[in-house]
């Protein structure tokens, strides 16, 4: 077998980039089948209401109309489903299906579907719906969710509680009783939403006579979404095919269920015609997910030397009228407790957890579940403490990260961490930055009336979950990924996987990985993605697990052929097959590296000539391999991030002058798209700090939901984002490779609020609620000037 990693470790282009610059990529919205249909939905113009009268008689006869469904039609089709998972003990949500039946939730809330012969006529058709609602009063405030006599989000609730939970080791009341100083604050992160590229985009075509459902997916786990059709229409797996192909983005939105998606699989059952639902920006922004919204009260211990002692978190964040499925809302606010403190050799801690219920759009799982919370409280405290003892905020940071020496350990919440490097990503921090200068130049134009802020934050990121994460608790998502490696008779590679692309480069690590297995180049490796029926099960992408999980599996399956071509040249060439190795897409001799056989050559004989081989031989040139972490639970990553802005205090205005990352995410596969993924990651942790907020009025509704209103990060106002490397590879796998598309957008605002703070400090100025807007930055000085 290959015995020299001659790809991992290199830049190579990604793959599909060539094809989609020349407009040739494959969306579900590009999609167009034969006799296809389009859906439209009428929603709730309400965030809380009882329906008491829906006639949709007047568009059934509307021009192009083919069905008009309510909940009376379509969710007869269909098993309701209820969110929760057994390791979070206690939680409720209420049951849920297509279509609102009786109550409406959110503003938002499809009602009714429409299903006609383009997208426009099924919007016009959508006006003539009659409907009456009695409004109820909608549960929209934080704390006065919880208060007896408090209207309740959903009908079926015994209260707006959703989950509660406490983590708390013995000595935290002691280490604030002998803290020779506190630090606290209360902090709040607005609710933001994924923009994506591509909007949430499905095509279900139902074929009766063979009783096969396909549908066209624009989702990171079709595996996931198989199981879900299946069972939820009643339908047998091998009947179900859900196909994704290119995907314009996705950051954990398109992994959940939504009521759209499920529409669309129920109508094309009942019709047995191709259903198309392709969301629109505008009902996007009250049917996609919100994220994030968070309101916590911390306080940190130290002693009189700047030692962190413990924390206290109070972390109350609302999720809408029910529980994302199947993965639950719950997991955010779980992280964000669980994270808390993570890179400091911290040894007590309090973390307590209250998810709400409100009438508002679900909010769930996006891109760094739960980082950007716990890593903005902590680094914020962590910069009030070195302002309160008077130590450089590079050093407080020093003195208390969990030395790289002390590892494997466990944090007091309770992650188990094997190996991290928040020492050596320090220094390799301060080098980049040339910190000393740029507080010499800080202190110069202070001087000349310009107030530029430096911000750090440390972090870690969870990656490569293992099956702790979701299986324990019984939910139906894969911890595990499959691939097939075969080698075709021209000599070729192909490897079929279950991690799928989004944009972040699958395609191409696969191919860096099984191509050194293999001995040939990376362009010789086609790797298919995204298919059920093409591809083998497994957890596919979320949690930054592609390269960690996939990696390793398509390792291990391109090793298994290695070996069986080695076996089968072996027996051409009358060789112990230990004696030969892959190279350069030829079979040679492992001690001089003369070519033997030609790749080409052994597919030739294997597949048309297999009958001049020994008795015995195995010529097949395809091997299946499964691999699922055992490891440690959690493959921890860790980082350092620094932002340089510049704050104009007349005008509240941010400007971000530089932003460095440093981060270990293991064994680096293809160092350009690991920088692409940071650099991607950074801008999204950037937007929601500086521009990004869903506002809603006491009623329930959303004010600012268009492009025209929700500002998001352009690249005209993005700074230049310099990345740094420090490589630890995880001992629990071959490839030694974690994730990293979650790195940058989990410390990102926590060093741009530290940064934005540094700037105002000589006002006495704090912002303490995100994002950060000029609005905001003023209110702030005037509270610390007053």
Same mark, same amino acid.
């Given at each position: 077998m290959s015995d020299r990693p001659a790809h991992i470790g290199q830049p190579h282009l990604r793959h599909n980039a060539l094809r989609h610059?020349?407009?040739?990529?494959?969306?579900?919205?590009?999609?167009?089948?034969p006799r296809m249909l389009h859906a439209a939905f009428l929603r709730s113009p309400m965030a809380h209401g009882l329906i008491t009268a829906l006639d949709v008689e007047e568009a059934r006869t509307a021009p192009g109309v083919v069905a008009v469904f309510t909940a009376a039609e379509l969710n007869a089709r269909c098993k309701s489903w209820t969110s929760g998972l057994g390791h979070f003990a206690g939680m409720v949500s209420v049951p849920q299906n297509i279509l609102a039946e009786r109550e409406v939730l959110w503003a938002g809330h499809p009602v009714a579907m429409v299903v006609a012969r383009s997208r426009a006529e099924a919007e016009d058709a959508c006006e003539r719906i009659l409907l009456d609602l009695d409004e109820l009063e909608p549960v929209s405030g934080v704390d006065e969710v919880l208060l007896p006599g408090a209207p309740l989000a959903a009908d079926g609730l015994e209260s707006n509680l959703c989950f509660r939970t406490e983590l708390k080791t013995e000595g935290v009341a002691q280490a604030f009783a002998r803290a020779a100083h506190v630090v606290e604050g209360d902090y709040a992160f607005g609710r933001h939403t994924p923009v994506t590229l591509e909007p949430r985009a499905v095509v279900a075509d139902y074929t009766p006579s063979s009783?096969?459902?396909?549908?066209?997916?624009?989702?990171?786990?079709?595996?996931?979404?198989?199981?879900?059709?299946?069972?939820?229409?009643?339908l047998p797996d091998h009947k179900v095919r859900v196909i994704a192909p290119d995907v314009g983005g996705s950051f954990g939105m398109k992994l959940h269920l939504y009521n759209e998606e499920m529409a669309a699989v129920a109508a094309t059952l009942i019709l047995h015609r191709p259903v198309r639902f392709v969301a629109d920006r505008l009902e996007s922004f009250?049917?996609?997910?919100?994220?994030? !919204?968070?309101?916590?009260?911390?306080?940190m211990a130290l002693d009189a030397d700047g030692?962190?002692?413990?924390?206290?978190?109070?972390?109350?964040?609302?999720?809408?009228?029910?529980?994302?499925?199947?993965?639950?809302?719950v997991v955010e606010g779980n992280q964000s407790i669980r994270l808390m403190g993570a890179p400091y050799r911290m040894p007590d801690y309090r973390g307590e957890l209250k998810v709400l219920f409100q009438n508002k759009v679900q909010a769930s799982q996006y891109r760094a579940v739960g980082h950007p919370i716990a890593c903005q409280v902590t680094e914020a405290l962590v910069d009030q403490a070195a302002a309160l003892l008077n130590i450089d905020p590079w050093e407080i940071r020093a003195r208390n990260v969990v030395p790289d020496d002390a590892y494997p350990c466990t944090s007091p919440t309770g992650y188990q961490f094997e190996k991290l490097s928040h020492e050596k990503s320090l220094r390799l921090l301060r080098e980049m930055i040339d910190y000393d200068g740029l507080r010499r130049d800080q202190a110069e134009l202070r001087n000349a009336g310009i107030h530029r802020g430096i911000g750090l934050a440390t972090f870690v990121e969870i990656t490569n979950p293992g099956a702790a994460f979701y299986g324990v608790g019984g939910a139906r998502i894969s911890a595990q990924d499959g691939a097939v490696v075969r080698l075709t008779p021209g000599g070729e590679v192909h490897c079929a996987i279950s991690v799928t692309e989004q944009g972040q480069g699958t395609e191409t690590i696969m191919a860096q990985i099984v191509a050194d297995q293999l001995g040939v180049n990376p362009d010789q490796v086609k790797v298919t993605t995204g298919d059920t029926d093409t591809t083998p099960s497994g957890g596919a992408a979320w949690a930054c697990r592609g390269a960690g999980i996939g990696g390793e599996t398509a390792l291990r399956a391109g090793r298994k052929l290695a070996r069986r071509i080695a076996e089968i040249a072996g027996a051409v060439l009358q060789a112990d097959p230990d004696t030969l190795a892959l190279r350069d897409g030829?079979?040679?001799?492992?001690?001089?590296?003369?070519?033997?056989?030609?790749?080409?050559?052994?597919?030739?004989i294997a597949t048309y000539r297999p009958e001049t081989l020994p008795a015995g031989t195995d010529n097949s040139l395809s091997v299946a391999q499964h691999f699922a972490p055992t490891g440690y639970p959690f493959g921890f990553t860790n980082g350092v991030q620094a932002a340089l802005v510049e704050v104009d205090v007349e005008t509240g205005m941010v400007r971000l002058l530089k932003h460095w990352v440093v981060e270990d995410c293991g064994r680096i596969i293809n160092p350009l798209l690991v920088d692409e993924q940071i650099r991607g990651g950074v801008v999204q942790g950037l937007g929601p700090a500086l521009f990004e907020e869903c506002l809603y009025d006491e009623n329930g509704q959303l004010q600012n939901g268009s492009l025209a209103d929700y500002?998001?990060?352009?690249?005209?106002?993005?700074?230049?984002?310099?990345?740094?490397?420090?490589?630890?590879?995880? !001992?629990d796998t071959i490839l030694g490779a974690k994730g990293v598309g979650e790195a940058g957008t989990a410390a990102a605002g926590a060093a741009v609020m530290n940064a934005v703070?540094?700037?105002?400090?000589?006002?006495?100025?704090r912002l303490m609620q995100t994002p950060m807007t000029p609005a905001r930055i003023l209110a702030a000085l005037c509270v610390g000037q007053g």
């Open positions: 610059l020349a407009g040739r990529g494959a969306y579900v919205s590009d999609l167009q089948l009783g096969q459902l396909t549908v066209h997916h624009g989702t990171q786990t079709p595996y996931q979404f198989q199981d879900i059709y299946a069972r939820q229409f009643g009250v049917s996609d997910i919100h994220a994030r !919204e968070h309101h916590v009260r911390a306080r030692t962190i002692l413990a924390m206290d978190v109070e972390d109350r964040t609302p999720i809408g009228a029910f529980s994302a499925y199947p993965r639950t809302s030829a079979v040679v001799d492992a001690a001089t590296g003369v070519e033997r056989l030609t790749l080409a050559e052994v597919g030739r500002l998001v990060p352009m690249a005209c106002e993005m700074p230049d984002i310099i990345i740094g490397h420090v490589e630890t590879p995880t !001992e703070n540094d700037a105002l400090s000589p006002f006495g100025a």
